[in-house]
């Protein structure tokens, strides 16, 4: 390869990674780049992450596409050096086309292209470089970085969560390209801008159905506009899937959508692929189960003094007092101080050799639900902190791992996970232990319950705790000594935060 050409390979993204997916790209074949720019997003089994350059210079090569997996250690990006011939487009070989992407590059082909068609092209190629707006509504170029491209984030909502709870992520729309890199002879691929097949295929319009308004047929930013805003044509009648003979007429008619399931003789609706989160979430659970003899053991936990507690430190200062979960997570660091058992690993070596591994410190993790899926970002050195140090750093990584932010470091370092599943209106929960965590606690919805309160029935707010445990670490004496101080210290908080 020439010494023109620089080739940055797909770095470990933290904590030993293997491979990542391709979400997708910020720049394009031919634009010019600076050292640090983002240029593509990937998601790992733990988040999503902007990839930046080393190398300044011109896009020459995109080595993958997107949906793509890719593993570290393989080619991402080829960059011309600035000022080399090699980053030219008509001196360099053409590089390959991404399946479902048309070469912006009309001289590449070795075709007769028109004047006009080449003006179109380079007028798309000026305009994303130029900063103008015109590519795509809403997205726009930005004007300080060369060929730079921003995709704007997903609100999510940022709650804490149960893995048992989790829900898939929904499949994005797939929508097959007007041309899949080939070209007519003298006539322009029906589309150049990546940003304008982002936009189509966002709003799930098919380019293939579209006629360019562009010179030689080029499709614009407009003429997507305009068949994301025209009305739905009616769907042709399809011929109806054959369907197993006890399937119901109303079953054979929604079979048109879909193949037809052999189990169950229902049509198949969706098929979504387990990747990014979701795939490590259910190797991860899958591991848990299949490799730790789990034992649980829970109790209820009248709440009412510490709602008490909170409630007073509220009216003295109402926009600095911690959430109900931070004194829990106070709790739970100084149980664990008391219990350390909870807080180690069990680890197999590869002679069949076993230990368990103590550490000096507590990371306390807590399920969050994303629109990714379910995070487990972690406090580190949370036995260090006060209640009041806890809520602000749990609301940090709350807001970090809903906008897609957290780092691998913050996702994947815990010793112990906390979990609030009472925001979902349940009780209780048979969690699965965070592999390769030993122990969970769980927090139940806090209710009014009837309780006998010094020989007399009252009306007190009840909650369930839940502890599931590594029987390899420690037996049920120890998980209950643990699972009664926390329930004991929500009880008399006053009491328990004097000891701390």
């Not at 082909?109 to 809403?138: Q, W």
């Not at 807590?366 to 260090?384: E, M, Y």
Request: aromatic share 4%; glycine share 10%.
């Amino acid at each position: 390869m020439s010494s023109d050409m620089q080739v940055f390979k797909l770095p470990d993204l933290g904590e030993g990674l293997t491979e990542a997916e391709l979400v997708n790209w910020l720049v394009a074949v031919g634009d010019e780049i600076v050292v640090d720019q983002p240029i593509a997003e990937v998601e790992t089994a733990k988040s999503m992450v902007e990839v930046p350059s080393p190398y300044a210079g011109t896009v020459a090569e995109l080595h993958g596409e997107a949906g793509q997996t890719l593993d570290v250690g393989k080619p991402l990006i080829s960059i011309a050096r600035a000022g080399s011939s090699t980053g030219s487009p008509a001196a360099a070989a053409p590089a390959p086309v991404p399946a479902g992407s048309v070469d912006p590059s009309p001289v590449s082909s070795g075709l007769d292209v028109s004047p006009a068609v080449e003006a179109a092209a380079e007028t798309y190629r000026t305009e994303e470089k130029a900063g103008s707006g015109n590519v795509l509504i809403g997205y726009g170029t930005p004007g300080g970085v060369t060929g730079g491209r921003t995709r704007p984030r997903k609100a999510s909502v940022g709650v804490v969560d149960s893995p048992v709870f989790a829900a898939a992520p929904a499949a994005e729309p797939v929508m097959e390209p007007a041309v899949a890199g080939t070209r007519i002879p003298g006539k322009l691929s029906a589309v150049i801008s990546p940003l304008v097949r982002k936009m189509a295929r966002d709003h799930g319009v098919s380019l293939d159905a579209i006629e360019g308004s562009g010179a030689s047929g080029l499709i614009m930013r407009r003429d997507v506009e305009a068949a994301i805003s025209a009305p739905e044509a009616p769907a042709a009648p399809a011929a109806p899937a054959p369907v197993p003979a006890p399937v119901s007429a109303g079953a054979a008619a929604s079979a048109d959508s879909g193949a037809v399931d052999s189990r169950t003789g229902l049509a198949v609706s969706a098929r979504t692929p387990v990747r990014g989160v979701r795939k490590a979430v259910a190797a991860n659970m899958t591991r848990s189960r299949s490799e730790i003899p789990e034992a649980t053991v829970w109790v209820d936990v009248d709440a009412t003094a510490l709602l008490e507690m909170r409630a007073g430190l509220k009216k003295r200062a109402p926009h600095d007092t911690p959430g109900l979960l931070a004194f829990i997570a106070r709790f739970v660091t100084a149980g664990l101080k008391k219990y350390p058992a909870l807080n180690t690993r069990f680890e197999t070596a590869s002679d069949g050799s076993q230990e368990i591994v103590g550490f000096d410190g507590i990371n306390l993790g807590f399920a969050a639900q994303t629109d990714r899926g379910l995070v487990v970002p972690s406090v580190r050195n949370a036995h260090q902190l006060s209640a009041r140090e806890l809520d602000a750093e749990i609301r940090r990584l709350t807001a970090v791992a809903r906008d897609g932010k957290a780092t691998p470091t913050e996702l994947g370092s815990g010793t112990f996970t906390l979990n609030n599943y009472g925001v979902f209106g349940v009780d209780g929960s048979a969690a699965i232990i965070n592999y390769p965590e030993v122990a969970m606690l769980g927090v139940g919805r806090i209710i009014d319950k009837p309780w006998v309160v010094n020989g007399e029935l009252a009306v007190r707010k009840v909650t369930e705790l839940t502890l599931a445990f590594d029987h390899r670490v420690c037996d049920g004496e120890t998980a209950a000594g643990f699972l009664r101080y926390v329930a004991d210290a929500i009880e008399n908080p006053g009491g328990a935060l004097a000891d701390m």
